[in-house]
C-alpha cells in the first residue's frame, strides 16, 4: 500500500465566511485553524498547505467565558530593556477587534514559513461587509 501524497494541481481551496456574531474566541479560532491547515479534507498532508481561506465577519462581537474579558492581556515587546507592552482584552477590543482572533488564531497555527504562508488565507473584518463576494464565498458549517 502506498502512502498517498497531494499533487498541486489536486488542491483546491474554497472560501468560506465564518459570522463571529456572539462565537467564543478559543472554539471558533480552533475550527478556524483546522480549515485554514486543511484538516477537514481527506488529502491533508502536513507539509502542504491543503488548506482553504476563511473571512470572519462581526469579530467586534466575538466574546471570551469566564473572568478572561478582565484578566487577559496582550504583550509585545519593543526590543530594548524594560519595553514591555502590556495591553488588556478590554482595550485591544475597543481599538482593534480583528488582532484578537488573528492573534488566536496565529497562535494555533504551525510556527514555521507554512503557517506564516496559511495565515495570510485568514481574513477578518469588523463588519458584516466584506470585499471578497467575487470569489462566492460559501458559509462554514460549524
Known amino acids: 500500500m502506498k502512502t ?5 494541481q489536486d488542491i483546491d481551496a474554497k472560501w468560506y465566511v465564518v459570522d463571529a456574531d456572539g462565537m467564543v474566541l478559543g472554539r471558533l479560532a480552533s475550527k478556524i485553524a483546522q480549515v485554514l491547515r486543511g484538516k ?4 491533508w498532508a502536513p507539509y502542504i498547505d491543503t488548506g482553504d481561506f476563511v473571512v470572519v465577519i ?7 467565558t469566564g473572568r478572561k ?10 526590543g530594548y530593556l524594560g519595553g ?10 475597543e481599538n482593534k477587534p480583528e488582532f484578537i482572533l488573528h492573534e488566536a488564531v496565529r497562535g494555533m497555527l504551525p510556527h514555521n ?14 463588519s458584516s461587509d466584506h470585499p471578497h463576494t467575487a470569489q462566492k464565498p460559501e458559509a462554514f458549517p460549524f
Open 40 to 43: 477537514h479534507k481527506p488529502i
Open 113 to 126: 514559513r507554512l503557517g506564516r504562508q496559511m495565515l495570510k488565507k485568514l481574513k477578518v473584518y469588523t
Open 58 to 64: 462581526n469579530a467586534d462581537k466575538i466574546r471570551v
Open 69 to 78: 474579558a478582565e484578566q487577559k492581556k496582550y504583550y509585545r515587546h519593543s
Open 84 to 93: 514591555l507592552k502590556v495591553t488588556p482584552y478590554k482595550r485591544m477590543m
Open 4 to 8: 498517498y501524497s497531494p499533487k498541486l
